[in-house]
């Protein structure tokens, strides 16, 4: 079992900068690949950016590659969201997911993940 509480979302004037994180309990974090989604209201869940257990890799969405950095701190069991350059459309309750044991190489499909937190509200101002 695993719990995920994330953190570090607010209120932001566009061009300005977050950091999300979301914490883990449980053993298997080591092994456990991460991601971020978001959703939007009235829009669906989308996939923002994933980190792997394994070297680790990171992947991301491409209307945040270059803006924002997925990392993870094995020793804190945390991944984190760091968010630049934001605009008014990255508004969003943010997610973090885990799924235990994923060695693959696909991580956009939000049916890979085991658990999820409860979500962290961005929203960028214009």
């Known amino acids: 079992q695993v719990h995920l509480v994330e953190s570090g979302g607010g209120l932001v004037q566009a061009g300005g900068s977050l950091r999300l994180s979301c914490a883990a309990s449980?053993?298997?974090?080591?092994?456990?690949?991460m991601a971020w989604f978001r959703q939007a209201p009235g829009q669906e869940r989308d996939f923002v950016a994933a980190?792997?257990?394994?070297?680790?890799?990171?992947y991301y969405a491409d209307s945040v590659k270059g803006r924002f950095t997925i990392s993870r701190d094995n020793a804190k069991n945390t991944v984190y969201l760091e968010m630049n350059s934001l605009k008014p459309e990255d508004t969003a309750d943010y997610s973090c997911?885990?799924?235990?044991?994923?060695?693959?190489?696909?991580?956009?499909?939000?049916?890979?993940?085991?658990?999820w937190g409860q979500g962290t509200q961005v929203t960028v101002s214009s």
């Open positions: 997911a885990a799924a235990i044991g994923y060695s693959g190489t696909y991580f956009a499909s939000a049916r890979l993940y085991n658990y």
């Open positions: 449980g053993r298997t974090f080591s092994r456990t690949a």
């Open positions: 980190i792997s257990w394994m070297t680790p890799s990171t």
